[in-house]
């Protein structure tokens, strides 16, 4: 009980100071509150210890920034961070407190840019919910899905260089980013063509290419150096069986049935609605079409598509509250927190409880 109420009002904190960050017209106000909406969550994941699965092998990496920079697996952008921090004379503790200081930070930028279309509070409290605990474990590739969440701005506003030197910081994060750059080409595609049709027709060709990745991923994998790393995980991923697949669709419905049933309500509401749509649907197919074969990849993969989620989500909210249908976002919000609950406390997801700190 003490880890869910202390994760609990991390999540509703730094929610509500998201959501307050845009209702103030007083400047000083607005940063106050946006400093403490990253401060916070941010000073409990540096103060941990010993706690998320992969804790320990970061700190291994913190410490092989310093002294074995250029032969490490590790991505160099990362490396990179955990070098400068070093450098300052910050040690594996303040290393944590930074990246989930800047993966906060990219978010909330994603979350700002479509503050006239949906709260930035729902929004944050979504990101949170799914992805604060998990980012303990999934360090550097939750950093990475912020960044590329933060890069969908220059595809709508179709600035392609910056949008590619977004993904190229992700990808100097965490490798799998690479594979967003198509995201670019899609939204074209959609701006001009937003068919439903055409939306499944990309999406099957998504199904299909999930299905052969063992294929194409080993070309890939062949012709790009940096990437030649995963190889290892497609060797072993064939017989990595992640179970409880009738679970996480029924969770995953949860984030996609909303839009299904009011898709031409939302749809008006905001045309971009379509894309982020789009990107959930995506990683649910990644998710869907790799049972059996990849999953320990496919999973990872269908991360930086899933996130679209945590704007979906709040377009749901606002069209429901328009139409004073507030017992359903009501609702709606149990089922997320009873998502959360079995994910993190009861299946003890990414290992976060009980939290321990070095205080």
Known sequence: ????????????????????????????????????????????????????????????????????????????????????????????????????????????????????????GIGMFMFLLLYYQTSYNLVRHVLAISILLFSLKYVFDKKFIRFIMWVAIATLIHSSSVFFVPVYFVNRILEKKPYISIQAMILAMVFLFIRYMDIIFLKIFSLIPFLESYSTYLAGASHFQSGGHLMLDLMNMTYIAPGFIMYFILKKLDERFVMYYFLLLTGFVIQFASRGLFEL???????????????????????????????????????????????????????????????
């Open 297 to 359: 990849i496919a999973i990872r993969a269908s991360m930086e598509y899933f996130v679209a989620v945590v704007i979906v989500v709040p377009y749901y909210f606002k069209a429901l509250n328009q139409r004073r249908l507030v017992s359903i976002s009501f609702l709606l919000t149990l089922i997320y927190i009873m998502i959360w609950l079995a994910i993190f406390f009861h299946f003890k997801n990414s290992e976060t409880i009980p939290y321990n700190w070095i205080l």
């Open 1 to 120: 009980m003490r880890d869910i109420v202390l994760y609990g009002l991390i999540i509703i904190v730094s929610g509500v100071l998201a959501e307050l960050s845009v209702r103030f017209k007083h400047r000083l106000v607005r940063i106050y509150c946006v400093v403490n909406m990253i401060l916070i969550p941010s000073a409990f994941a540096g103060l941990r210890t010993g706690i998320g699965t992969d804790y320990y092998n970061y700190v291994v990496i913190f410490k092989e920034s310093q002294n074995n920079f250029w032969d490490s697996r590790i991505e160099k952008g990362y490396l990179l961070i955990n070098r400068i921090i070093a450098m300052l004379g910050g040690d594996e503790h303040f290393m944590f407190f930074v990246i989930c200081a800047l993966t906060i930070l990219f978010v909330y930028l994603a979350l700002y840019d479509r503050r006239d279309k949906i709260s930035v």
